[in-house]
């Protein structure tokens, strides 16, 4: 297990205008009206891919707060070989891996099948969010920090 190089409280402390401007941007997405769900699990995905462990963590935990059902959390990993995900849910997460992996590019088959589920509205916040989640990933895998805590109500719970 690896040691954190520094903490998520320490961004906000060391670059408290660079931090705004992170979440700012990770927040449009929802106030424009995408779905939270959906979000979160783009933003979970994104995190996978990335290796950010407090990422990963934190979208778990806020997508069990907002009733993502446990399936889709369990198997968000594996979309593709899950039969619980929508057409729209599996549009988002194939666009999510695409910008997350972009020396591959964005394939002409995910840009139709994204833009064929999202609005140009919608693809455009959507796109923000995954932007937003890799900016935070890149943050959390980088100074390694440290994955919050499962509330002990919650693990009692879950068990």
Not at 70 to 76: A, G, I, P, Q
Request: glycine share 4%; aromatic share 8%.
């Amino acid at each position: 297990m690896s040691h954190a190089r520094s903490e998520y409280e320490d961004f906000k402390k060391i670059a408290p205008d660079a931090y705004e401007l992170v979440l700012a941007l990770g927040q449009v997405a929802a106030k424009a009206g995408l779905d939270k769900q959906l979000l979160e699990l783009v933003k979970l995905r994104a995190s996978q891919i990335n290796g950010c462990a407090f990422c990963v963590q934190h979208h778990v935990l806020l997508s069990e707060r907002i009733g993502v059902p446990v399936d889709k959390l369990n198997l968000v990993a594996v979309w593709r070989e899950a039969p619980v995900f929508s057409a729209r849910e599996r549009a988002a997460l194939a666009w999510a891996e695409a910008l997350s992996l972009l020396p591959d590019g964005v394939s002409e088959k995910v840009y139709a099948e994204a833009s064929g589920e999202f609005s140009a509205t919608e693809l455009m916040y959507l796109t923000s969010a995954v932007a937003s989640i890799n900016v935070w990933n890149r943050f959390g895998a980088a100074y390694r920090w440290t994955p919050a805590k499962r509330p002990a109500a919650a693990s009692a719970a879950a068990s």
